[in-house]
């Protein structure tokens, strides 16, 4: 992990959204330079994630992005949905992953191991 992910609220047109660094967006509104120029510059995902936070993307936005990873707006949805912090967010969001990847293999495993698949434990 990078960078943190913002924040999150619902703004008064019921959006879910990032909650935006004043600063940031002064320069982006201000600064000489717009998103389309920005685009053009070699920057990290990682740090386009964040920029995009910290203008105040909306949520659904932010997962229409092409940088922008599964497993950051996975955390921030659950973020918001569960009012959890970005630590026990990503924390859901990896368990998730990993029973995934675990319900996934069962099957393949058993077979190269030959073995019924219930014989593997889980649940």
Same mark, same amino acid.
Do not use: C, W
């Given at each position: 992990?990078?960078?943190?992910?913002?924040?999150?609220?619902?703004?008064?047109?019921?959006?879910?959204?990032?909650?935006?660094? %004043?600063?940031?967006?002064?320069?982006?509104?201000?600064?000489?330079?717009?998103?389309?120029? $920005?685009?053009? @510059?070699?920057?990290?995902?990682?740090?386009?994630?964040?920029? %995009?936070? $910290?203008?105040?993307?909306?949520?659904?936005?932010?997962?229409?992005?092409?940088?922008?990873?599964?497993?950051?707006?996975?955390? %921030?949805?659950?973020?918001?949905?569960?009012?959890?912090?970005?630590?026990?967010?990503?924390?859901?969001?990896?368990?998730?992953?990993?029973?995934?990847?675990?319900?996934?293999?069962?099957?393949?495993?058993?077979?190269?191991?030959?073995?019924?698949?219930?014989? @593997?434990?889980?649940?």
């Amino acid at each position: 992990m990078k960078q943190p992910i913002q924040p999150l609220y619902m703004d008064k047109h019921d959006t879910l959204r990032f909650q935006q660094n %004043a600063i940031v967006r002064y320069l982006l509104d201000h600064g000489g330079i717009d998103m389309n120029r $920005l685009a053009m @510059l070699p920057f990290e995902d990682e740090d386009r994630m964040q920029f %995009a936070q $910290l203008i105040g993307y909306s949520l659904s936005g932010f997962g229409e992005l092409s940088y922008t990873t599964n497993t950051v707006y996975d955390a %921030a949805e659950r973020m918001a949905r569960l009012g959890i912090t970005e630590e026990q967010a990503r924390i859901v969001v990896m368990s998730e992953h990993l029973t995934d990847l675990r319900d996934a293999l069962r099957k393949p495993m058993a077979r190269l191991f030959g073995v019924h698949p219930d014989d @593997l434990g889980g649940e």
